[in-house]
């Protein structure tokens, strides 16, 4: 089955940890996002990658960073410097030509204590 | 810059009754639209999309939407719901060369027996 995982559901880490969410897809999609969502505002774009090896920050890439090694792979890691970490994040992929039409996977929940 | 108004924060339908969810985009050349679904806890799931020709789509679970240029609108709408339809509900835009999708804040729907 395609499509895309994230790993864990749920994450709980002290605050001042450093954190990093999976995000990988088995669609064969070129661009992959990341989105962090809170209540009644919505997706908020964090990064984006639309190659390997390259990607752009978003609206509210502070506090954030990503790598983007292998086509199928994008984490995006929750630095300590994110001074309200504690979201519903959303990873996203689409392919070359399809006008944005993106595919979700399933979300983490991190609670930052 | 684009932006997509949901102008609708919460919507409640009996069982049965029929839905519309509004959706306004703000860019002027012909975008591209996209209504997803997200239950709680889950990622989003593409309902129906918008490229170009027939203004009426048509998308799973029984929705369709109409684009109408001279009101920059995308509305959703189904004849009859079910309990199972309550959910948020995003409409979102891109356009020609836009590496990004820009989303509305969401429309919550409850559904009463």
Redesign the interface.
Known sequence: DGG?T?SPKYLFRKEGQNVTLSCEQNLNHD?M?WYRQDP????R?IY?S?IVNDF?K?DIAEGYSVSREKKESFPLTVTSAQKNPTA?Y?C?SSASGT?????????T?LTVL | AQSVTQPDIHITVSEGASLELRCNYSYGATPYLFWYVQSPGQGLQLLLKYFSGDTLVQGIKGFEAEFKRSQSSFNLRKPSVHWSDAAEYFCASSNFGNEKLTFGTGTRLTIIP
């Open positions: 895309i994230q661009a996002y009644g505002q919505g997706l774009l984006y639309q752009q978003g519903f959303l996203a006008r944005n039409e993106q595919f979700f996977g399933p979300g929940r």
